[in-house]
Nanobody, 125 residues
Framework: VQLVESGGGLVQPGGSLSLSCAAS????????MGWFRQAPGKEREFVTA????????YYADSVKGRFTISRDNAKNTVWLLMNSLKPDDTAVYYC???????????????????WGQGTQVTVSS
């Protein structure tokens, strides 16, 4: 299983950015796909997740109403649209896949068994 993120960069506060995660190597229809982030000196933090089969989503309170996760089944791609970005959103963002959990979201990094390489998002004026 390979996960490849893209779309990071520098954006001003209040701006928007879209990240993508291209998945390959396995059938993902039963997986839960998540986004995590890690700022310097901090632990990896859950951001959001989506059940590939149903499209059900779950968000951390810190991003609820600002971020949107979605998936494109035909392209095996998960998207993260980030609006109203704040300096506190600055981090390396990681795409992850949970191949073992069914029908509930898990927000700990240890629950996810496949990871992308990460992409930097910097929110600064």
């Amino acid at each position: 299983v390979q996960l490849v993120e893209s779309g990071g960069g520098l954006v001003q506060p209040g701006g928007s950015l879209s990240l993508s995660c291209a998945a390959s190597g396995r059938a993902f229809s039963s997986y839960i796909m998540g986004w995590f982030r890690q700022a310097p000196g901090k632990e990896r933090e859950f951001v959001t997740a989506i059940m590939w089969s149903s499209g059900s989503t779950y968000y951390a309170d810190s991003v609820k109403g600002r971020f949107t996760i979605s998936r494109d089944n035909a392209k095996n791609t998960v998207w993260l649209l980030m609006n109203s970005l704040k300096p506190d959103d600055t981090a390396v963002y990681y795409c992850a896949a949970d191949s073992r959990t069914r029908f509930k979201f898990r927000i700990t990094a240890s629950a996810y068994d496949y990871w992308g390489q990460g992409t930097q998002v910097t929110v600064s004026s």
